[in-house]
């Protein structure tokens, strides 16, 4: 069984920046294919954090 944690976060902060767009629906898929090949290839070639990197920097960056 995996192990699953709830994820609170606060909606009225003005902190993190809002991704755009947020869905998948705003972009034709040539737009959706190019940012997948970024992911895939930054995954090949190593440029990758770990959770503890992840966690270091979203509370460096924002205070979370």
Do not use: C, W
């Not at 993190?16 to 895939?40: C, F, H, N, R, V």
């Not at 070639?45 to 205070?63: A, H, M, N, P």
């Amino acid at each position: 069984m995996a192990k699953t944690s709830i994820i609170h976060a606060r909606t009225d902060s003005n902190h993190l920046p809002s991704p755009q767009p947020t869905t998948t629906y705003g972009i034709s898929g040539e737009q959706l294919d190019a940012q997948l090949q970024k992911g895939m290839e930054s995954l090949r070639s190593g440029r990758t954090y770990s959770l503890k990197e992840v966690d270091e920097e979203l509370s460096k960056e924002f205070g979370i």
